[in-house]
């Protein structure tokens, strides 16, 4: 447990007030690095001892979420104590550290700023952007937690990210593809090399994709970290005769083989399960199969291809994940059409996920996201029109959109509302309509 701060007159602060001085502290909302961050978690005495007794880190382009949750699922259905920390959030600051399943409450949350402020202060002033102020707000939280077992999200890239300046005793990277553009670069071996960059020497390493960059296994090999593939050291076969059961197998660090049949489907990806359970035998704990089943058969994960009524909600917003959803969205029913609600940010390859999501989706509404990295709805039209697609609607917001959509969709009718979690946040924020009118048309279409 990290010690106190000497006192420091700190001005009281709400949560909400805390977050809106967090974007004051520095230049520049990303600032790739971790010499600030480091130094201040030193004073706070984050990196004098382990956070937890486990700390399993998980980085990659897509499926660090699903991954997260599964292990947070399957660990605590097994008796552990387990914290987690993610970025972003949906709907509340608070959803970004959670102790035992539950989100940390205000208070908890506004004593780990405080306590980040007078470390940030203490002697020569240190700056912060607002994610590495939040990072060790949530190590903090966790530290104080007395936990079993911590999972850490990255939040951008793995190497220079605010939660690598803790040691990891399992990493995993699940996936390598092409985001953040303007940070990570595009050339996928040395986006593969910063997501690596979480590995620890002799410490364990799982790839949990079998399409990664060679990049990735090199890192872990100069590192000496024992590595477990998916395909090879683990993985996963759908069984014979039992639709949507599947067997996962996998290896613990002394090279004994464990196999579990009759999983059930999670709904969210099966690499990233196997994944799961690969890291949490290597983490220590003994698999019981009835534990698994019922985690994996529970787990939930807001926003991933998440179903209200007709509205299939996905944060899906660079290409990879986009073909994911493509491949996972179910057909409407007869009759029905497949309505495609998009609003992205403007630093994300927009044309790549259009071009994904327009093997199923024909008619869109494009919406408008604020901030200087939104993409107008305007913007996002004329890119769907120059690839063949149908836009019937361009609002300012993505309230707006559903507004639009509410008075034309019919009970056949089924929409995914995707590209960002900002417009995924804001459908979740209110009631959904289920359709009930008839389509007059394509009075409305821009063409």
Request: aromatic content about 6%; charged content about 20%; some cysteine.
């Amino acid at each position: 447990m990290p010690d106190s701060l000497a006192p420091h007159p700190i001005q009281p602060r709400s949560l909400q007030q805390w977050l809106q001085h967090l974007e004051t502290l520095h230049p520049v909302g990303i600032d790739m690095g971790l010499e600030r961050v480091s130094k201040v978690a030193k004073r706070m005495g984050l990196l004098s001892n382990p956070i937890a007794s486990c700390v399993i880190t998980v980085a990659g382009t897509n499926g660090k979420g699903s991954t997260l949750a599964m292990i947070d699922s399957v660990a605590r259905a097994h008796g552990w104590r387990v914290g987690t920390y993610t970025s972003p959030h949906l709907l509340r600051y608070n959803e970004r550290v959670k102790i035992d399943g539950q989100e940390a409450d205000d208070q908890l949350l506004v004593q780990g700023f405080e306590q980040v402020e007078r470390a940030r202060l203490q002697g020569s002033e240190i700056s912060l952007t607002y994610f590495e102020a939040g990072t060790l707000c949530g190590l903090w939280c966790l530290a104080n937690a007395e936990l079993d077992l911590v999972v850490l999200e990255v939040g951008l890239g793995g190497r220079l990210d605010a939660v690598n300046i803790v040691d990891a005793d399992v990493a995993i990277v699940t996936t390598i593809a092409q985001d953040h553009d303007n940070f990570l670069g595009t050339d996928l071996a040395q986006i593969g090399r910063e997501k690596a960059g979480i590995f620890r020497a002799n410490r364990p390493a799982v790839l949990g994709s079998q399409t990664l960059p060679s990049s990735v296994a090199e890192c872990a090999q100069v590192l000496a970290a024992p590595t477990f593939s998916l395909g090879q050291q683990f993985a996963h076969q759908a069984m014979d005769g039992q639709a949507s059961r599947w067997r996962w197998q996998g290896l613990h660090s002394d090279g004994q083989s464990v196999v579990i049949n009759e999983l059930p489907d999670p709904g969210l990806p099966i690499d990233n399960a196997a994944t799961a359970l690969q890291s949490l035998v290597l983490a220590g704990l003994e698999l019981e199969k009835s534990r698994v089943q019922a985690a994996l058969g529970s787990v939930q994960l807001p926003g991933r291809l998440q179903w209200i009524g007709p509205w299939c909600l996905d944060v899906g917003h660079n290409p990879h994940a986009a073909e994911y959803v493509v491949g996972h969205l179910p057909r409407p029913p007869k009759g029905g059409r497949q309505w495609g609600l998009i609003g992205m940010l403007n630093d994300k390859d927009i044309d790549g996920v259009i071009q994904a999501l327009a093997s199923r989706i024909n008619d869109w509404v494009c919406v408008s996201l604020i901030g200087e990295r939104g993409c107008q709805a305007s913007e996002l039209s004329q890119r769907i029109i120059a690839q063949g697609g149908r836009v019937h609607f361009s609002a300012d917001s993505p309230q707006a959109g559903v507004d639009w959509l509410a008075n034309v969709l019919t009970p056949n009718d089924r929409v995914l509302a995707t590209g960002s979690f900002f417009t995924v946040a804001a459908l979740l924020a209110r009631p959904l309509p289920t359709g009930a009118a008839s389509l007059d048309g394509d009075g409305n279409e821009i063409r």
